[in-house]
């Protein structure tokens, strides 16, 4: 595969740097929608919203679940910031499946004092680490 079209990415979590590559295309949720990333891009930052993430190099995909932080974009490279990220293998189905139900009870009843936007990016990581692991 030709590397004038491949970029650098790093993601890296207040626990570790998950990860550190090369990539054709990047594809992931931001607060303003789903974007995708080439080589090239204009400069950037973005605010990440809860959702998957999609690292595409050549016929290779990797995906993960991608649930809040910043992302940097250069011509060259890109860099995610993000508080929380997981490999579909480090996801645990049942609570994640757990957390939607929850998510999914709290915006349904909707009583006093209840945080409906916590509720809503509580059920929006549930959602995503469910599909990636499917």
Not at 74 to 101: F, G
């Amino acid at each position: 595969m030709a590397d004038e079209n491949r970029f650098t990415i790093r993601i890296i979590t207040p626990d570790r740097v998950f990860y550190e590559g090369k990539a054709e295309m990047v594809e992931f949720n931001t607060v303003e929608g789903e974007v995708g990333i080439y080589k090239n891009h204009i400069p950037m930052t973005m605010i990440i919203k809860p959702g998957i993430l999609c690292i595409t190099d050549g016929e290779e995909e990797k995906i993960a679940a991608l649930h809040a932080g910043f992302v940097e974009v250069l011509p060259e490279a890109i860099t995610i910031l993000a508080e929380i990220i997981e490999w579909p293998d480090e996801i645990n189905v049942e609570r994640a499946e757990a957390a939607r139900e929850r998510a999914e009870k709290r915006l349904r009843e909707k009583g006093p004092g209840t945080d409906m936007a916590r509720a809503e990016a509580a059920l929006q990581r549930s959602i995503a680490r469910i599909s990636v692991i499917r």
